[in-house]
């Protein structure tokens, strides 16, 4: 059965390029969400006041790959205890969040979040913000397979490769 996963884990090109080589993952879609504005541009997205993180729409077959294992993913990442940022990407656009689709989700991720704080997985706070998924808006056509269509972008080959390269390490027995 096909089910959906909206998470924000900062820049949308990372996530996007980690989450889709996952066998039982069909597509992914950067886009936007959690915001008040309707159809955002990537420019009004940039300025931090329309509200939305950058983010992913997983679409995956629960039947090979499960909520849970997507969520292990994504603490892998990126780092859950930086505050509306991921390294030198700054704003609440890039806020670490799971806009949950249902409450199976919503507890599954909250779950999993407490263990990470009981297990003292990181020396500081977890911030991620847990939410239910209010709208979606697909990020503009360039924006889908940036990593496949640009690696030779300054930004791909300073961040989004290397996070790449660390995740197909930890992950190889998932790939498709």
């Known amino acids: 059965m096909q089910s959906l996963a909206t998470f924000g884990t900062g820049c949308f090109w990372c996530s996007e390029a980690c989450f889709k080589t996952l066998k039982g993952v069909l597509d992914v879609f950067p886009g936007y969400a959690g915001g008040q504005t309707q159809n955002p541009s ?9 509200g ?10 629960d039947a090979v790959i499960s909520f849970e294992e997507l969520l292990r ?31 199976s989700q919503k507890e599954k991720t909250i779950f999993y979040k407490n ?3 009981e297990n003292a997985v990181w020396d500081s706070k977890i911030v991620t913000e ?16 940036y990593f496949l269509n640009n690696p030779q972008n300054g930004y791909c080959q300073a961040i989004v490769r290397p996070k ?12 498709k």
């Open 130 to 145: 847990i939410s239910p998924i209010s709208n979606f808006f697909p990020a503009e056509s360039y924006h889908q397979d």
């Open 115 to 117: 263990k990470l704080i």
């Open 52 to 61: 939305h993180a950058e983010v992913i729409r997983i679409i995956y077959d």
């Open 164 to 175: 790449f390269e660390k995740f197909k390490k930890v992950f190889s027995d998932q790939l």
């Open 73 to 103: 993913v994504f603490w892998f990442v990126h780092d859950p205890t930086q505050l509306n940022r991921q390294g030198n990407d700054i704003g609440t656009q890039y806020r670490s969040v799971v806009f949950f689709h249902d409450d």
């Open 42 to 50: 990537y420019q009004e997205i940039c300025t931090g006041k329309t």
